[in-house]
C-alpha cells in the first residue's frame, strides 16, 4: 500500500513534484515530503511549487523539523537535522 | 529596538546559534529564524541544536514556508523559497 511519504534527494527538483502530483492523483490525500541535510531546502521547493503553482488546491497541513543520529563511515555519531512537511487535499 | 530576527545565510552554523543564544539571554522571548533558498537547511540545523542541545527549555513555536519574487541579475523574475522558524521561551 502507498503511504504517500516521498523522500526528497539530490534527483532535479521536478521529479519530485510529479511524484507528489501523481501520488494525488492517484487519491492519495496526504503526501508526506522527508528531506535531510541539504536537501531540507528541495522539500521546501517541492511544496511551495504543489500549493502555489501546480495544485493551488492543496494545503499545507503540517510542518515538523526532526534530528536523526547516524553514525558516519568512521563510526562516528553526528546528527542530521531534517524536514516533514504533509500536503493534504482539503 | 530588537525585533528578533535572524537571517541565516552563509555563515558558520555556530554564528547563528550564538546570536539566536544572545538574543535569549538579553530578555527577548521569541527569535524567528528566516532563511532563503540553499540555507534554509542551515536554519534547520539552528532550530535543532538551540532546542536539543543548546537551550533546552526553548520551544519551537512555529514554522512557514514561503515563496519570494525576486528578480535576477538579468531582470528576470524568479520565485526562491524561504523558511521562517519561530522559537520561543516558554
Given amino acids: 500500500m502507498d ?3 516521498i ?3 539530490n534527483k532535479p527538483l521536478m521529479n519530485y513534484v510529479m511524484a507528489t502530483m ?3 492523483s492517484n487519491g492519495i490525500g496526504e503526501v508526506t515530503l522527508k528531506a535531510r541535510g541539504r536537501a531540507i531546502s528541495r522539500a521546501v ?3 511551495e511549487l ?3 503553482r501546480v495544485l ?3 494545503q499545507l497541513k503540517k510542518i515538523d523539523i526532526t534530528t536523526e543520529e547516524l553514525t558516519d563511515e568512521n ?3 553526528i546528527n542530521v537535522s531534517g524536514i516533514e512537511i504533509v500536503l493534504a487535499k482539503p
Fill in 3 to 5: 503511504d504517500g511519504v
Fill in 7 to 9: 523522500f526528497v534527494g
Fill in 22 to 24: 501523481a501520488k494525488f
Fill in 45 to 47: 521547493d517541492v511544496a
Fill in 50 to 52: 504543489i500549493r502555489r
Fill in 56 to 58: 493551488p488546491e492543496i
Fill in 75 to 77: 563510526g562516528r555519531d
